[in-house]
């Protein structure tokens, strides 16, 4: 997924391992990156040197904070809770063997004068705890790659608006249109992904397909006559076009259209296109193709 | 700085710490009160700083202490200090919960605000904003000295809980120069932090726990 996969056992290529050992100490890796790292971290001394010194620069960062009291509830209700929960014996720990490296490593340095070690069972990394996803099921259904075109997308335009306008109102409106766009991108379920590009190689729009549901991301398409003159989406099979629906496009800006189609399957083409035709039909064959481009994802 | 002044406290307050967790494991439950009393006020300034929301974040303070006082083996002596170790599962979990928490709707306008806030024009103001919100400081003057992209990447990903490819995102930079630059800025803020020694707390909270 990570376009900079770094790949073991090459020594130009650690540095890669060091921006992954940061990033999962962040707890800002993808869940690709993240399982790769995972995987590497268990047999990398330096790996966990980074994470466990970026843990450190972490803890100064938060010690810098402005800092306030938490309520007094608070400490009611951990010692209630400390009272009525036993504590893991060594034993029983349910800790998968996939978070402990399997080597005993010793400590690098005499650290602290820590005596009775085994006291604390098996010290291990503190890596972070995350087995389980808790993000939202949006989040896990959609590949990152569409959230990450999409905001990307939609975002870099929001930012550019708002720095050539520098006005708060258009800034704003802006933003609830880059909501809806995004939100509209966003609905769980699988999505086929094609960016279509002119000839020239500008990415003009980009076609979101679900089986039942076809949307366009128009970003430069022109807007046509809506009394006379229609774009239509194909979908390429078997290298021959199928028209899928029309749609028109009415603002120079970014803007995502819903295509108008009873078809289903529509998520299964390998590449999707765009003409502009005569008429308000999609005809049998694209006369002008205005861009095409194949599936990402 | 005034930072690289510290570490004998650092070492001293790593031992101490060290002997709280020791009595965790032994069953000692008012040690869980004690390491809840030197850390509360880091903990939640953390988790506040990511959720902004006080009733979240005290529930990642309990959720974290009572997740130690369960399981404090889950520590590795061999690396790092306790201080850090424990700050970094309230940061986790704080990042999780507000995962978890923010609708997909308040999350795209909050990114919005972000992005608008570090659109060029208008980066004194966010900065003066975040500044605002964060005690002036050794960490502050080391996080001043970054270059602007680096400082950016980093307080998305640390105090916004976004992933590298939500920080690529919002600032329009491609995925490997985020990664490229949050390790860069966090090698930059170690040398200015100074923690000399690996494996020790060269850095812990600062003040307003317990002494």
């Known amino acids: ?297 | 700085m005034g930072l690289v002044t510290r570490p004998a406290r650092s070492t001293e307050d790593g031992e101490a710490d060290l002997e709280l967790l020791r009595r965790v494991a032994a069953g000692d439950r008012g040690a869980v009160d004690d390491l809840y009393e030197r850390f509360r006020r880091p903990a939640l300034a953390l988790a506040r700083r990511v959720l902004a929301d006080d009733v979240l974040a005290e529930d990642v303070l309990q959720d974290v202490f009572l997740g130690i006082w369960r399981d404090p083996g889950a520590f590795d002596g061999a690396r790092g200090s306790v201080a850090s170790w424990l700050l970094t599962m309230v940061h986790h979990k704080a990042v999780d919960a507000v995962r978890r928490e923010e609708s997909h709707r308040r999350r795209t306008a909050r990114a919005e605000d972000d992005l608008a806030l570090s659109a060029p024009v208008q980066t004194s103001d966010v900065e003066d904003d975040a500044w605002e919100r964060m005690e002036a400081g050794r960490v502050r003057s080391a996080l001043q000295a970054l270059p602007d992209p680096q400082r950016e990447a980093l307080t998305l990903a640390y105090y916004g809980g976004y992933t590298q490819r939500e920080v690529a995102a919002l600032t329009g930079t491609p995925l490997g120069t985020v990664k490229t630059r949050m390790l860069a800025g966090m090698r930059r803020l170690k040398d200015t932090l100074g923690t000399g020694v690996p494996g020790i707390a060269g850095v812990t909270p600062a003040d307003g726990t317990t002494r």
């Open chain 1, 1 to 297: 997924m990570s376009a900079a996969v770094p790949q073991p056992g090459r020594d130009d290529e650690h540095a890669g391992w060091d921006e992954l050992a940061v990033g999962w100490a962040l707890h800002a890796l993808e869940p690709e990156d993240e399982s790769l790292f995972l995987a590497h971290l268990r047999s990398c001394d330096l790996c966990a040197q980074t994470v466990a010194d970026t843990a450190e620069v972490m803890a100064a960062l938060a010690g810098d904070l402005p800092q306030t009291e938490p309520s007094d509830g608070l400490r009611d209700r951990l010692r209630s809770a400390v009272a009525e929960t036993e504590q893991v014996r060594p034993a029983e720990r349910a800790d998968p063997p996939a978070v402990r490296p399997p080597v005993e490593r010793p400590p690098l340095t005499p650290v602290a004068p820590l005596g009775g070690a085994s006291v604390y069972g098996n010290l291990r990394a503190p890596l972070p705890h995350r087995r389980i996803d808790a993000r939202p099921s949006w989040r896990r259904v959609l590949p990152t790659a569409l959230v990450a075109a999409a905001v990307a997308a939609v975002l870099a335009l929001g930012a550019w608006n708002v720095v050539v306008a520098g006005d708060r109102d258009a800034a704003r409106a802006t933003a609830a249109e880059q909501s809806r766009v995004i939100e509209s991108l966003l609905q769980p379920g699988r999505a086929t992904i094609a960016p279509l590009a002119e000839d020239d190689g500008r990415e003009v729009a980009t076609v979101v397909a679900r089986d039942g549901q076809v949307q366009v991301l128009a970003q430069g398409l022109s807007v046509n006559d809506a009394t006379n003159r229609t774009y239509v989406v194909w979908g390429m099979r078997d290298g021959s076009p199928v028209a899928i629906g029309t749609f028109d496009v009415v603002t120079p800006q970014m803007d995502l259209r819903t295509v108008g189609s009873q078809a289903t399957g529509l998520d299964d083409y390998s590449a999707y296109g765009i003409s502009i035709e005569p008429g308000r039909q999609a005809p049998t064959a694209p006369s002008e193709i205005v861009a095409t481009g194949q599936v990402t994802s």
